[in-house]
């Protein structure tokens, strides 16, 4: 067996220089545009300002910087609310102009992956309602969760090669009183938050140069038709995505490798809700005690909703194994909102999550107990009917 | 459990009907796009999270495919694919397959063709169908129960005793509901209807689940007469 150890030591300079011109893969930007001028759709153009980055094969994808139109996530918003809150605070707290929809639907994909009970023109039809949807608003996509994402990239792809499956999905939107539209990039809200990240470090108001994470790449982002996936120079050579990592340092975290970097959070899709043994045992087994063992990190930090549910909530039930547990999971969007000064409950809502955030909390000198009471004062006022709500103004430190 | 491969368990099945099956998945328009052969070099194994906790190989399903053999992919069609993750690190694949991709279009045709073990596989998922179909969200708030979660600790409880409270207390204002994840209109779920109708979507839900298929048929008709669609899912 080889040990752990080898794989850390590693040259650390040694970065490869990807040429687009030897891509194995197609350019899609050149045929959407070929597309369009074919009349076969609309191609929604990025507006501006976006930043310019490179995708895994060296090709240039182009970030949106505002006019952002927020395709949520339903495992997020369900049950990680502090995740979508954190990111709709991080543009309000940027001054940057937004759009949260109401004329959205889940992209469906979840529940393809886990049951079949769906098909490639229902899929495709999804997708392109919601792309319409946003392309009447005026503003561009921006896609919360990583499934959304790696699945709208296979829609793209599908459409892309099937002048059938083109011409079926343009009369069901037809029927919608919809127009085809293809946005130029499909923009995951991660990648925003990369390319945004030293504005983020400019308005940083708790120091975490003494706090170290290991971070997990979501396989729906890096892996599935992972040539849009952002690499950069700097983070890994250009060898792995470099969002989150490139996040997180830019905020002075001392970011930690371990081996099974490359594996699924075994989230399973499925699993996760109808056969968590095995999404529990992949999680505990062959991440966090991993982590916990080759990296001892105070957070572990990732960008997809399935993730951050199967990391963070498959820990409770291995603390009654002795299992090496314990280490508490965000999001991005959430610990950059916290390096913010964003509020811990009324923001990042921790109290949905499973393992225990105090001592991290305490770490970066928050008083969490002040907070939560906090927390609990509006909630005690919405019962007693005093307020309805909590408003952006009130957040907004 | 281990997989049994010799095939005896399916033997009762007509070959013409498992070679039916088979090419149903083959004439997927996405299928040449899945496949290239198989090197079987067993990367995309030693990237599955599956295979290390099931009798489960992505590289048995290339290899299947590409040879063509018709009883082992029944054997696997019933056995085997629903053990996948989805998560695509078969993807890593030096030939460019795509063995997840192979078993969504596996999984796809064992429900439209209302396979028992896909009826038995998805026992206990009709409320997660019935939450994205009807509702426009798959998950919501309200489905974090502790009877459902009591795994994922203490919390659970605490967030369906004050779901209420703490979806009110959320500051973007599309996010304080509770049986959805966010508010979806009524126009957005109607177009979503009108998919589920164009795309034959309903036609695989009665394969696997009939009693379902009876509650989301009442719900959609309804809110499609409501809206002025005159719409059928028989």
């Known amino acids: 067996m080889i040990p752990h150890s080898a794989l850390f030591n590693k040259p650390k300079d040694r970065t490869f220089t990807p040429d687009p011109s030897q891509a194995p893969t197609e350019d899609y930007h050149d045929i959407l545009d070929q597309l369009e001028k074919e009349g076969e759709w609309e191609v929604h153009r990025v507006p501006e300002p976006y930043i310019e980055v490179k995708n895994k094969f060296g090709r240039t994808k182009k970030v949106p910087v505002e006019q952002t139109w927020h395709h949520k996530s339903c495992g997020q918003c369900g ?28 992209c469906t994909a979840w529940n393809y992956y886990a049951s079949a009970t769906s098909n490639a023109p229902a899929q495709a039809a999804v997708a392109m309602r919601n792309f319409a949807a946003a392309h009447e608003t005026g503003y561009f996509p921006i896609i919360h969760c990583a499934t959304s994402f790696g699945h709208y990239k296979e829609v793209r792809q599908q459409l892309i090669h099937s002048p059938e499956l083109r011409s079926q999905v343009r009369k069901i939107l037809k029927k919608l009183g919809k127009k085809l539209i293809m946005p130029e990039e499909v923009v995951h809200y991660s990648e925003w938050v990369h390319v945004m ?20 790449p979501a396989c729906h982002y890096h892996k599935l038709v992972g040539e849009d996936a952002i690499y950069a120079p700097e983070v890994y050579g250009n060898q792995r995505s470099a969002i989150i990592t490139s996040t997180l340092q830019s905020l002075g975290v001392d970011v930690r490798d371990y081996s099974t970097w490359f594996d699924c959070c075994g989230f399973g899709f499925r699993h996760i809700l109808v056969s968590r043994d095995f999404s529990r045992s992949f999680a505990v087994q062959r991440k966090i005690e991993v982590m916990k063992e080759e990296a001892d990190p105070d957070i572990l930090i990732t ?47 921790l109290h949905w999550h499973s393992t225990d955030s105090k001592p991290f909390l305490e ?20 019962k007693a009917g005093e307020r309805q709500s909590v408003t952006w103004e009130e957040v907004d430190v | 459990m281990s997989l049994d491969l010799s095939g005896r368990q399916y033997a009762h099945v007509d070959y013409d009907e498992k070679e039916r099956l088979f090419d149903e998945v083959k004439g997927d328009l996405r299928y040449d796009e899945y496949l290239y052969g198989c090197y079987e070099c067993g990367i ?26 018709v009883d082992l992919f029944y054997t696997l069609l019933n056995d085997s694919v629903w053990d ?27 429900v439209k063709n209302g396979l028992a073990s896909a009826q038995e596989a998805l026992e206990g998922y009709g409320r997660v169908v019935y939450k994205i179909m009807a509702t426009g969200t798959q998950v919501s708030p309200d489905m974090l129960q502790a009877n459902a979660f009591p795994d994922w600790g203490p919390h659970v409880k ?16 599309s996010m304080n509901t509770t049986e959805t994840s966010w508010q979806v209109d009524d126009k957005t779920i109607i ?3 009108l998919i589920w109708h164009m795309t034959g979507v309903m036609d695989m839900i009665k394969e696997v689940d009939e009693g379902l298929f009876m509650i989301l048929q009442d719900v959609m008709e309804e809110k499609l007469e409501d809206a002025g669609y005159d719409v059928s899912f028989d």
């Open chain 1, 79 to 106: 049950h990680i609310p502090g995740y979508s809150t954190s990111v709709f605070w991080l543009n309000r707290k940027l001054g940057l102009d937004y759009n949260d929809p109401t004329d959205q639907t889940s």
């Open chain 1, 197 to 216: 990240r030293d504005r983020i470090a400019e308005h940083q108001v708790i120091p975490m140069d003494h706090i170290a994470a290991t971070i997990h």
């Open chain 1, 303 to 349: 960008h997809d909703t399935g993730c951050v549910t199967t990391l963070d909530q498959s820990q409770f039930a291995a603390k009654a194994h002795d299992k090496n547990v314990g280490l508490p999971v965000m999001s991005d969007s959430q610990i950059a909102a916290l390096a913010m000064g964003a509020h811990p409950y009324k923001v990042l809502q």
């Open chain 1, 363 to 382: 770490k970066l000198g928050i008083d969490h107990e002040k907070a939560w009471a906090e927390f609990e004062q509006v909630v005690d006022e919405i």
């Open chain 2, 44 to 69: 995309c194994v030693a990237a599955c999270p599956s295979a290390r906790f099931y009798d489960f190989s992505p590289r048995k399903i290339a290899q299947t495919m590409a040879r063509e053999d």
């Open chain 2, 84 to 110: 996948c993750s989805q998560c695509f690190s078969c993807d890593v694949c030096p030939r460019k397959n795509s063995p997840g991709g192979l078993i969504t279009l596996m999984r796809e045709v064992a």
């Open chain 2, 158 to 173: 605490d967030i369906a005793k004050n779901l209420e409270y703490w979806r009110k207390a959320l500051p973007p204002e």
């Open chain 2, 191 to 193: 177009e979503l209807y």
